[in-house]
């Protein structure tokens, strides 16, 4: 199945592509990889999941956070490339989770986004490499950033 198949088939609601807030592209291509910049978790009504994951959100909350960066992220990979059919498989992720300072399941909290991915693109083309921090403030309070990069079909 392809993986914009697997988006109709799971009913899943994109937002809209995010915009640049500063100076710097949402997505580079070079040769066959996509370099996607940092997305916050944008719900489809364009606001955002704000809060640190430890204080004002909980895991559950923060990994629910993490997987609408991963929506986020899919809607910006079909704008810029034409659909997400491009897309061969996950490179690397990097998660970055505005935390309380004794807070400590990162990982946990970046699940989110990558359980997304798996469901995209399978358990080997929608896994990659992966960092997942700890880190405060983010920009706008919100309560995740992802950046990732992707390998495109020939």
Known sequence: MTPEARVAELHLELPPAPEPVAVYKPLVVVERMAYVSGHGPLRPDKTLITGVVGRDLDLEQGKAAARQVGLAILATLRKHLGGLDRVKRVVKVLG???????????????????????????????????????????????????????????
């Open 96 to 154: 970055m989770v505005n935390t309380a300072a004794d807070f400590y399941d990162h990982p946990k909290v970046i699940n989110g986004c990558s359980e997304l991915f798996a469901e995209i693109w399978g358990p080997d083309n929608g896994v990659g490499a992966r960092s997942a921090v700890g880190m405060g403030p983010l920009p706008g309070n919100i309560a995740v950033e992802i950046e990732a990069i992707f390998e495109l079909n020939d």
